[in-house]
């Protein structure tokens, strides 16, 4: 009986570590669309290239997620940190997405600017799905709603680069729209246990390449520091620049 129960276990062992390599594209968007994640704090790496300008810009900072009470999507990136070829500098950019607005806040000049995302009425948006913010992360995005737009398929880690830090344990995928629009592809680098994607790649139709890679994870708790980074209420204007910007069809 104990050598059935040991190999009960070792078997049950195995087939968890080549699961991922096992899955089928419908098991990996099933697994994406189930994750369980309420929150997300992570460390991110965002590197832009130019192919025209042959530039690169590399932004480190803070990436937020928190899904509401309500089940409304709430985002907010901090960056911190610009290097450009050999140069680096500190550069604050925060962003925060409600979902339904957008803030760009200068903490230094003490500006304050928010944008109307959608129009008065409609549904609020998902800030990390994609084709809705600038870091594609799409957290429990929903399978039908994948497949309706992209032709998917399985690939492997990058051997070199940025995303080649990954863990050997990751699960990926490439989405090419179905329709000609931003991107020529988008890949997905997902950690197989939350279903968090890890690492993004996107090529747009200009060669234009952006890279973001998520370090130092922490799920389903917010600081609260982290809390306030959220926060897209306006500030006093009596200390900050405000310039609200409500929805535009122009």
């Known amino acids: 009986m104990l050598i059935q129960i040991a190999f009960a276990l070792i078997l049950t062992a195995l087939s968890s570590c080549f699961a991922p390599e096992t899955m089928s594209i419908d098991e990996i968007l099933e697994n994406v669309e189930k994750a369980d994640i309420s929150s997300v704090s992570a460390t991110v790496a965002y590197t832009r290239t130019d192919p025209i300008l042959n530039r690169r810009e590399i932004r480190a900072g803070k990436v937020l997620f928190r899904m509401t009470d309500d089940n409304h999507r709430e985002a907010a990136i901090l960056f911190d940190t610009l290097i450009i070829g050999r140069r680096r500098e500190d550069s604050k950019k925060h962003y925060i997405f409600s979902g339904r607005w957008m803030a760009?806040?200068?903490?230094?000049?003490?500006q304050f600017i928010k944008r109307e995302l959608v129009a008065p009425g409609e549904d609020d948006i998902d800030p990390f799905e994609l084709g809705n913010g600038p870091i594609p992360l799409p957290i429990g995005q929903k399978k039908e709603s994948i497949l309706a737009k992209f032709e998917v398929k399985k690939i492997l880690r990058p051997e070199k680069g940025t995303l080649s830090k990954l863990?050997?344990?990751?699960?990926g995928i490439q989405l090419t729209p179905k329709v000609e629009g931003e991107w020529e592809t988008i890949d997905l680098f997902y950690d197989p246990e939350t279903w968090l994607p890890v690492g993004v790649q996107t090529i747009e139709l200009d060669g234009t390449k952006r890279i973001s890679l998520l370090s130092n994870i922490s799920l389903n708790v917010l600081s609260e520091e982290d809390v306030q980074l959220l926060n897209i209420?306006?500030?006093?204007?009596?200390?900050?620049s405000i310039d609200i910007r409500p929805w535009s069809v122009d």
């Open 104 to 110: 760009e806040i200068d903490h230094e000049k003490k």
């Open 167 to 171: 863990g050997k344990n990751i699960v």
């Open 233 to 240: 209420e306006t500030p006093d204007p009596k200390e900050w």
